[in-house]
C-alpha cells in the first residue's frame, strides 16, 4: 500500500521519501520514478531509525506531508500467552513509531503541513486473537485526536484513514493464520475468494485526495473511512468535475 501511495503521489507531481526496513524492497519502489522518490532504509520503532528518516528529510529543506503507514499485526494469539518482548515491539512499531517519527519530523514540516495516520477497524472493534493489534490502533486513533487538537493551533493537519481490507502481504499472511489463534480467519480468506479486497491503487488514490485536495478542516474533523459511502461519494465526486 505504501509503495502505491508513492507512486500515485508521483504521478500528482510529487517527491516522496520512502521509508521501510527492506532495502530491496525499497529500490523497487524507487525505480519506477529514481528522480522523484528517495529511499531511506529505517525501522520507524527504533530512535535510531527515526533519526535517519529526519536526516532525510533534512536534507530536502521542507516536507509537505507526512504519511504513518508503517504497522505489524503479529503477535496473534491469545492475549493471555503473549510475551512482553512481542508485546513491546508491536507497540513500538504501531503507536511509539508515529508518535516520536511525527516529534522528529515537526521542525521540518511546511507551514499547513498534514500528517496522515493509517488507522484500522480493528481500532474500533475487539477481535479475538488481534488483542495487540487493536490495542495498539485504539492508541493511534487516540494519538491523532490529541495530536489534532495539539498541532492545529500550529498550523499543522492531522488526519487519520481507514484503509479497509488491502489486498496486500499482510493479508497474505492473515489467510495462513492457524483459526486457533486467530478464530476470525475465515473472514478473510472468504473476502480474497469473493474478489471484496480493496486494490492498493484504489486505496493509494483515495489517500492522496484526502491528502492534497480536501480542505483543512475537513482533513482533520473526523477519520476517513474508504467504506464510508458519503465520504467516498465525496472523492468519486471530485472525480467526475
Known amino acids: 500500500m505504501g509503495r502505491a501511495l508513492a507512486w500515485d503521489l508521483v504521478n500528482r507531481g510529487g517527491r516522496v521519501i520512502a521509508v521501510g526496513r527492506r532495502a530491496d524492497a525499497l529500490e523497487e519502489t524507487r525505480a519506477k520514478a529514481p528522480e522523484a522518490i528517495q529511499a531511506a532504509v529505517a525501522d520507524v520503532s527504533t530512535p535510531a531509525g527515526r533519526d535517519a528518516i529526519a536526516l532525510a528529510a533534512a536534507a530536502q529543506g521542507t516536507i509537505h506531508a507526512v504519511v504513518h503507514n508503517a504497522a505489524v499485526l503479529e503477535p496473534v494469539g491469545a492475549l493471555s500467552e503473549v510475551s512482553l518482548d512481542d508485546w513491546r515491539y508491536q507497540q513500538a512499531v504501531n503507536v511509539e513509531g508515529p508518535l516520536f517519527l511525527t516529534q522528529a519530523l515537526l521542525p521540518y514540516l511546511a507551514e499547513d503541513g498534514r500528517i496522515l ?7 474500533h472493534r475487539s477481535l479475538q486473537g488481534w488483542g495487540g493489534y487493536c490495542a495498539s490502533k485504539a492508541a493511534l486513533y487516540m494519538l491523532y485526536q490529541c495530536l489534532r487538537d495539539e498541532l492545529g493551533a500550529r498550523g499543522i493537519h492531522v488526519g487519520s484513514v481507514r484503509p479497509g481490507v488491502v489486498d496486500t502481504p499482510m493479508q497474505t499472511r ?6 486457533q489463534r486467530f478464530p476470525g480467519v ?11 479486497l480493496q486494490q492498493a491503487e484504489r486505496v493509494a488514490d483515495f489517500m492522496s485526495w484526502i491528502l492534497l485536495e480536501t480542505g483543512d478542516k475537513q482533513f482533520s474533523l473526523e477519520e476517513w473511512d474508504i467504506e464510508n459511502e458519503a465520504q467516498t461519494r465525496l472523492w468519486k465526486d471530485t472525480r467526475q468535475v
Not at 495516520?117 to 481500532?123: L, M, N, P, T
Not at 492473515?174 to 483459526?179: A, F, L
Open 117 to 123: 495516520q493509517v488507522s484500522s477497524g480493528a481500532a
Open 174 to 179: 492473515i489467510r495462513e493464520t492457524d483459526e
Open 186 to 196: 475465515e473472514r478473510f480468506r472468504r473476502l480474497k475468494a469473493e474478489g471484496q
